[in-house]
């Protein structure tokens, strides 16, 4: 199988990043933007930027009809995953393949139960740094997105065919031979994050150098190894320790999504992190007070919008 054809939805700040690399190196006919006409209409009048540059996409509508993308790529926010799953069925095909950005451990899973878990393969973006305010997306570090079957023991067919579209593009990448284990460090890492960073106010700096912030977010990660250990990809220290790694070599003026939610008073996707955690500590019958801070501390400013 050869990938000519990729659609994305969803222009967050990965979005946006992932589909302005695209569009250097693909026909303008070859990336579709997925999005109702609304969006459209205000996409077009206000454009985005990237680094200061506008990008420059090519939109279509979910109602329009046309041959399947070979590549579905999902960078919205959880709480838009359903929509966005009925939004992408005119671009999904026999053959096409579906990789979802998406935080969490949970959305392909939810996909499969939709379009078959043949055509899923899992995620994980990392490495990236950032940041979109408005129409206006600033990163230094692109990062890597990370892909492959749940497990395997050497790459299939779909993943041989992203790996050489990847290629053909310059897009960076990884292949993992354990992507359950990766989203689940990966979560680990985004639970102590994105909540810490929220709650406290601060960008990657504040918790990349030693004190109070940088102890909470740790302990939140470890709260998370502590549930891994009840599943079938127990995470260990030296994942935290790579995890850690993989902070540092974020920019330090950078800031996660849920921080960014937080400055344009957006909802958050607590329920992804926390909220997760919450509701697997109950199941497994393991402590995690640290995180029930967060969800606490996270829904008293929330409801401060109002």
């Given at each position: 199988?050869?990938?000519?054809?990729?659609?994305?939805?969803?222009?967050?700040?990965?979005?946006?990043?992932?589909?302005?690399?695209?569009?250097?190196h693909?026909?303008?006919?070859?990336?579709?933007?997925?999005?109702?006409?609304?969006?459209?209409?205000?996409?077009?009048?206000?454009?985005?930027?990237?680094?200061?540059?506008?990008?420059?996409?090519?939109?279509v509508?979910?109602?329009?009809?046309?041959?399947?993308?070979?590549?579905?790529?999902?960078?919205?926010?959880?709480?838009?995953?359903?929509?966005?799953?009925?939004?992408?069925?005119?671009?999904?095909?026999?053959?096409?393949?579906?990789?979802?950005?998406?935080?969490?451990?949970?959305?392909?899973?939810?996909?499969?139960?939709?379009?078959?878990?043949?055509?899923?393969?899992?995620?994980?973006?990392?490495?990236?740094?950032?940041?979109?305010?408005?129409?206006?997306?600033?990163?230094?570090?692109?990062?890597?997105?990370?892909?492959?079957?749940?497990?395997?023991?050497?790459?299939?067919?779909?993943?041989?065919?992203?790996?050489r579209?990847?290629?053909?593009?310059?897009?960076?990448?990884?292949?993992?031979?354990?992507?359950?284990?990766?989203?689940?460090?990966?979560?680990?890492?985004?639970?102590?994050?994105?909540?810490?960073?929220?709650?406290?106010?601060?960008?990657?700096?504040?918790?990349?150098?030693?004190?109070?912030?940088?102890?909470?977010?740790?302990?939140?990660?470890?709260?998370?190894?502590?549930?891994?250990e009840?599943?079938?990809?127990?995470?260990?220290?030296?994942?935290?320790?790579?995890?850690?790694?993989?902070?540092?070599?974020?920019?330090?003026?950078?800031?996660?999504s849920?921080?960014?939610?937080?400055?344009?008073?957006?909802?958050?996707?607590?329920?992804?992190?926390?909220g997760?955690?919450?509701?697997?500590?109950?199941?497994?019958?393991?402590?995690?007070?640290?995180?029930?801070?967060?969800?606490?501390?996270?829904?008293?400013?929330e409801?401060?919008?109002?």
């Amino acid at each position: 199988m050869q990938i000519k054809k990729i659609a994305i939805i969803g222009l967050g700040a990965l979005g946006v990043m992932y589909a302005e690399h695209f569009s250097k190196h693909l026909p303008a006919n070859a990336l579709r933007i997925i999005a109702d006409e609304e969006r459209i209409e205000r996409y077009k009048k206000e454009g985005f930027f990237s680094n200061e540059r506008r990008c420059q996409f090519s939109y279509v509508t979910p109602e329009e009809e046309m041959t399947p993308a070979d590549l579905v790529l999902i960078t919205v926010k959880f709480n838009g995953l359903a929509e966005a799953l009925e939004a992408v069925r005119n671009q999904v095909g026999e053959h096409t393949i579906i990789m979802s950005a998406i935080n969490g451990i949970t959305s392909e899973e939810l996909i499969s139960e939709v379009y078959g878990k043949e055509r899923v393969l899992y995620c994980v973006a990392q490495g990236m740094d950032a940041v979109k305010e408005g129409n206006r997306l600033t990163y230094a570090n692109k990062g890597v997105l990370c892909f492959g079957e749940e497990v395997m023991t050497e790459p299939t067919k779909n993943v041989q065919a992203v790996a050489r579209f990847f290629d053909s593009v310059a897009f960076p990448y990884e292949i993992d031979q354990n992507m359950r284990k990766r989203q689940w460090g990966k979560f680990m890492l985004n639970v102590g994050v994105n909540q810490t960073v929220a709650v406290y106010q601060t960008n990657y700096e504040g918790v990349q150098v030693d004190g109070k912030v940088r102890d909470t977010m740790i302990a939140a990660m470890k709260e998370v190894k502590a549930l891994s250990e009840h599943t079938d990809t127990p995470l260990d220290d030296s994942d935290l320790k790579y995890w850690l790694n993989c902070l540092n070599q974020l920019h330090p003026q950078g800031k996660p999504s849920m921080r960014q939610d937080f400055e344009a008073k957006r909802y958050c996707e607590v329920e992804l992190f926390s909220g997760t955690v919450l509701k697997l500590a109950s199941r497994f019958g393991v402590e995690t007070p640290i995180n029930q801070m967060l969800y606490d501390q996270i829904a008293e400013i929330e409801l401060q919008y109002t």
